[in-house]
T-cell receptor, first 118, second 113 residues
């Protein structure tokens, strides 16, 4: 149980284009999902907290107009990297907490999306 | 400033031995701490959660301790196997509210047969 599906797993795009990444909770509902970015040998860096039915909360230094988040249902959040540049190349990972399990409950992660911007 | 430090980037250990990984934190007062395993190119997988009032937690060959005085958690893998080779991340929440987890950089454990 508690599977989070993230697509695509890899994407290569040209500079200036936009890329959408989907994160789905397959067997549970998640009002809140989290988007992280990870550079090689670095920690997971939280980008934003995605809330179903309301605006996402972005961490300091993360441009909300560049990283668009839409949490349209209790099982789906999307991250769109707009006007991508080579410096946006990274490993993007989403995670979710099972609704009703409490704030101390563990996060369930997708398998990440490797974005390469050429 | 707030920090989470896993002081070894990499740890090599012989199969069958016990691996001990360290997680130290500064300027946090976490109610709980979590440990995750991450394999290359994959998302982290939850392993264990330990609360501030718990000294020790076990799950099969894994053991976690939590010392709020030292501001430290230790993660032990006993009778280690090559399949235990992965990066292990500690994580905590800044407060007891519904805040997201903050992760350490991880320690890459390699168990050599």
């Amino acid at each position: 149980g508690a599977v989070v599906s993230q697509h695509p797993s890899r994407v290569i795009c040209k500079s200036g284009t936009s890329v959408k990444i989907e994160c789905r909770s397959l067997d549970f509902q998640a009002t809140t999902m989290f988007w992280y970015r990870q550079f090689p040998k670095q920690s997971l860096m939280l980008m934003a907290t995605s809330n179903e039915g309301s605006k996402a909360t972005y961490e300091q230094g993360v441009e909300k107009d560049k990283f668009l988040i839409n949490h349209a249902s209790l099982t789906l959040s999307t991250l769109t990297v707009t006007s991508a540049h080579p410096e946006d190349s990274s490993f993007y990972i989403c995670s979710a907490r099972i609704d009703g399990q409490g704030q101390n409950s563990p996060l369930h992660f997708g398998n990440g999306t490797r974005l390469t911007v050429t | 400033s707030q920090k989470i430090e896993q002081n070894s980037e990499a740890l090599n250990i012989q199969e069958g031995k016990t691996a001990t990984l360290t997680c130290n934190y500064t300027n946090y007062s976490p109610a709980y701490l979590q440990w995750y395993r991450q394999d290359p190119g994959r998302g982290p997988v939850f392993l264990l959660l330990i609360r501030e009032n718990e000294k020790e937690k076990r799950k099969e060959r894994l053991k976690v301790t939590f010392d709020t005085t030292l501001k430290q958690s230790l993660f032990h893998v006993t009778a280690s196997q090559p399949a235990d080779s992965a990066t292990y991340l500690c994580a905590l929440a800044a407060d007891s509210g519904n805040t997201p987890l903050v992760f350490g950089k991880g320690t890459r454990l390699s168990v050599i047969a």
